[in-house]
């Protein structure tokens, strides 16, 4: 029997007890904790000046709070001791102003307060450090928030009392209907409100091509006329691309074929265990090309408007750098969703990210050949724990009501998995050693640059996102040499693109950065473009229009004589892949 040598025995050992470990840390490295913890606890107590203002901070916190506590015990409109942070609704409800609910809102907001003054501006702590341990005090903080407890949640209390009892029967049976699903990895598509091919993901089209990794969708025109160069559209890898074709009122795919274009959509393989060696080459190589590949010969001379979206947006980025590297012309625009070029801002998902973290999580991924949705979706949940975490359980199972879904929801609950190769090389590249930025990035055997770019640029932002924050995305001005028009919209990483006309409460800013124009900081930006009213879809729509170049006959689907005839119906067959 041949032995493995030694080297490999000892590395395949650790791979083994991390793999294991990881699945009861939600893929969260010990050691990168223990290093943020230590860094902040040595440095706070080498500093005896920091530590005197917490204790002082401490006392006179405890006495104002002591005597305003005395007197919202008798006046329920005394105003609040403090303000939660804007975006804080726990405690927004009038039932948290009595008594004894309000000093027990107050105490735990102050309590909040004191262990962001604890955890921040100590003298010396790296700043990853010092924003790894203040968001695991925020973290442990939330799971002892009185909402988060029937004795203590008013609300709680009050609907207990006026269902006698109900809506806690309710809520437990809530409880283990969830544990059941869990327990026997219930996800029938035909019980769900929404599902792809039942209800989302219905705009008429064919799959014209399919390889190991995509299903390239051509829809099906509505129009007489359409644009002459067609739409390539590449979603994130990491989600099910029918988030641009949810329900037939928010569906960004029939918005666009009803405004006279043809649109081309890449679905992903959602991977497995034998994808685990595809990396960030075969995403570019069988992904952006192959479909732009195929596009050109069901749309024969004509160029392209790419989009992207996310990391599918950063992925077009990088093909659109290659092509001009190349000499390559076959695009007519390039168009990004919520896509960072520049990594060196990240957002809180940086929280995650550094070398110690990363071998970690290789190492899970080692064990499996790709990172699953499950610690996907805890990493995400950690981010917006109130919003994706406690307010859902204080909701079904303590109110006792039922489980809220919507069509941006169920898409949300539908992730996919990453394969072992290209996470690690896309975490590693992009976000920890930020090659794309610096000119490192390579493609082939040689680098790209994002100052080879001509095509323009439409480039869109949220202001509410906490995936791609708008100020790091906002960075693409300072690496292309070509006009950008950017657009900051309201609401999130995902509400803000499925904006649809005539969507509630929307609003956007617009500006158009060309080559020649000097640098504009990103807050600078912001107060020189007012805000308009309504759906960032519509200019977008004009700027496509004023970058194409005339309106032809609708396209064939597929073409059979280029060896791509229509393989199926949309929504294709990957989408469905569990």
């Given at each position: 029997?041949?032995?493995?040598?030694?080297?490999?025995?000892?590395?395949?050992?650790?791979?083994?007890?991390?793999?294991?470990?990881?699945?009861?840390?939600?893929?969260?490295?010990?050691?990168s904790l223990t290093l943020a913890y230590l860094d902040w606890l040595t440095h706070t107590s080498h500093s005896p000046g920091k530590i005197n203002e917490m204790l002082e901070n401490t006392l006179r916190k405890c006495s104002a709070f002591t005597l305003w506590a005395a007197r919202a015990s008798l006046d329920s409109d005394a105003p609040p001791f403090i303000?939660?942070?804007?975006?804080?609704?726990?405690?927004?409800?009038?039932?948290?102003?009595?008594?004894?609910?309000n000093v027990m809102a107050q105490s735990f907001l102050l309590q909040e307060q004191w262990w962001h003054y604890a955890t921040t501006g100590i003298p010396g702590v790296a700043k990853h450090h010092e924003n790894v341990v203040s968001f695991a005090a925020r973290q442990w903080l939330d799971m002892f928030s009185p909402t988060n407890y029937p004795m203590t949640?008013?609300?709680?209390?009050?609907?207990?009392?006026?269902?006698?009892?109900?809506?806690?029967?309710?809520?437990?049976?809530?409880?283990?209907?969830?544990?059941?699903?869990?327990?026997?990895?219930?996800?029938?598509?035909?019980?769900?409100?929404?599902?792809?091919?039942?209800?989302?993901?219905?705009?008429?089209?064919?799959?014209?091509?399919?390889?190991?990794?995509?299903?390239?969708?051509?829809?099906?025109?509505?129009?007489?006329?359409?644009?002459?160069?067609?739409?390539?559209?590449?979603?994130?890898?990491?989600?099910?691309?029918?988030?641009?074709?949810?329900?037939?009122?928010?569906?960004?795919?029939?918005?666009?074929?009803?405004?006279?274009?043809?649109?081309?959509?890449?679905?992903?393989?959602?991977?497995?265990?034998?994808?685990?060696?595809?990396?960030?080459?075969?995403?570019?190589?069988?992904?952006?090309?192959?479909?732009?590949?195929?596009?050109?010969?069901?749309?024969?001379?004509?160029?392209?408007?790419?989009?992207?979206?996310?990391?599918?947006?950063?992925?077009?980025?990088?093909?659109?750098?290659?092509?001009?590297?190349?000499?390559?012309?076959?695009?007519?625009?390039?168009?990004?969703?919520?896509?960072?070029?520049?990594?060196?801002?990240?957002?809180?998902?940086?929280?995650?990210?550094?070398?110690?973290?990363?071998?970690?999580?290789?190492?899970?991924?080692?064990?499996?050949?790709?990172?699953?949705?499950?610690?996907?979706?805890?990493?995400?949940?950690?981010?917006?724990?109130?919003?994706?975490?406690?307010?859902?359980?204080?909701?079904?199972?303590?109110?006792?009501?039922?489980?809220?879904?919507?069509?941006?929801?169920?898409?949300?609950?539908?992730?996919?998995?990453?394969?072992?190769?290209?996470?690690?090389?896309?975490?590693?590249?992009?976000?920890?050693?930020?090659?794309?930025?610096?000119?490192?990035?390579?493609?082939?055997?040689?680098?790209?640059?994002?100052?080879?770019?001509?095509?323009?640029?439409?480039?869109?932002?949220?202001?509410?996102?906490?995936?791609?924050?708008?100020?790091?995305?906002y960075k693409l001005h300072d690496l292309m040499n070509t006009e950008v028009t950017f657009a900051l919209t309201s609401g999130g990483h995902n509400a803000g693109i499925v904006s649809e006309p005539g969507h509630p409460r929307r609003s956007y800013q617009l500006g158009v950065q060309t080559a020649k124009d000097k640098h504009i900081p990103a807050d600078d930006?912001?107060?020189?473009?007012?805000?308009?009213?309504?759906?960032?879809?519509?200019?977008?729509?004009?700027?496509?229009?004023?970058?194409?170049?005339?309106?032809?006959?609708?396209?064939?689907?597929?073409?059979?004589?280029?060896?791509?005839?229509?393989?199926?119906?949309?929504?294709?067959?990957?989408?469905?892949?569990?």
């Amino acid at each position: 029997m041949t032995r493995m040598p030694l080297p490999s025995i000892k590395n395949s050992i650790d791979r083994v007890i991390h793999a294991i470990e990881g699945r009861y840390t939600q893929g969260l490295s010990p050691a990168s904790l223990t290093l943020a913890y230590l860094d902040w606890l040595t440095h706070t107590s080498h500093s005896p000046g920091k530590i005197n203002e917490m204790l002082e901070n401490t006392l006179r916190k405890c006495s104002a709070f002591t005597l305003w506590a005395a007197r919202a015990s008798l006046d329920s409109d005394a105003p609040p001791f403090i303000s939660p942070l804007p975006g804080d609704r726990r405690f927004a409800d009038d039932a948290w102003k009595r008594f004894p609910y309000n000093v027990m809102a107050q105490s735990f907001l102050l309590q909040e307060q004191w262990w962001h003054y604890a955890t921040t501006g100590i003298p010396g702590v790296a700043k990853h450090h010092e924003n790894v341990v203040s968001f695991a005090a925020r973290q442990w903080l939330d799971m002892f928030s009185p909402t988060n407890y029937p004795m203590t949640n008013p609300l709680v209390v009050e609907k207990a009392v006026q269902t006698g009892g109900q809506s806690l029967a309710n809520g437990l049976q809530n409880l283990l209907d969830d544990i059941q699903h869990s327990l026997l990895d219930e996800a029938d598509p035909d019980s769900l409100p929404y599902a792809a091919g039942k209800n989302l993901a219905m705009t008429p089209g064919k799959v014209v091509f399919r390889n190991r990794l995509i299903e390239l969708i051509q829809y099906s025109p509505t129009t007489d006329k359409v644009a002459a160069e067609p739409i390539l559209i590449t979603p994130a890898w990491i989600m099910k691309y029918y988030i641009l074709d949810l329900s037939e009122h928010n569906s960004m795919v029939r918005y666009l074929v009803d405004k006279g274009h043809t649109v081309f959509m890449i679905s992903w393989h959602n991977p497995d265990a034998r994808d685990r060696d595809m990396g960030m080459g075969d995403y570019l190589r069988r992904g952006v090309m192959d479909a732009l590949r195929v596009i050109n010969a069901v749309v024969p001379e004509r160029k392209v408007h790419l989009v992207g979206y996310c990391l599918g947006g950063t992925l077009a980025t990088i093909a659109a750098a290659a092509m001009a590297r190349d000499n390559d012309d076959r695009l007519q625009s390039l168009t990004l969703f919520t896509a960072q070029t520049d990594f060196t801002e990240a957002g809180e998902l940086m929280l995650f990210i550094d070398e110690s973290q990363l071998s970690y999580m290789e190492d899970i991924m080692w064990d499996k050949g790709y990172l699953d949705t499950q610690q996907m979706a805890g990493a995400f949940t950690l981010l917006r724990s109130y919003d994706l975490l406690w307010s859902r359980l204080v909701s079904e199972y303590l109110l006792g009501e039922s489980p809220r879904m919507n069509d941006l929801m169920a898409w949300n609950a539908d992730s996919t998995r990453m394969p072992y190769k290209m996470h690690s090389e896309y975490l590693r590249r992009l976000f920890l050693n930020n090659d794309l930025a610096s000119g490192r990035f390579r493609v082939g055997d040689r680098p790209i640059s994002l100052r080879d770019i001509r095509v323009p640029v439409f480039c869109v932002a949220t202001q509410k996102d906490h995936v791609a924050p708008w100020r790091s995305v906002y960075k693409l001005h300072d690496l292309m040499n070509t006009e950008v028009t950017f657009a900051l919209t309201s609401g999130g990483h995902n509400a803000g693109i499925v904006s649809e006309p005539g969507h509630p409460r929307r609003s956007y800013q617009l500006g158009v950065q060309t080559a020649k124009d000097k640098h504009i900081p990103a807050d600078d930006w912001l107060v020189r473009h007012d805000s308009k009213e309504g759906s960032w879809w519509e200019p977008w729509v004009e700027w496509l229009a004023k970058h194409s170049s005339t309106q032809v006959t609708p396209p064939a689907t597929g073409n059979t004589d280029a060896g791509y005839p229509a393989i199926g119906p949309a929504p294709g067959t990957y989408v469905f892949e569990r």
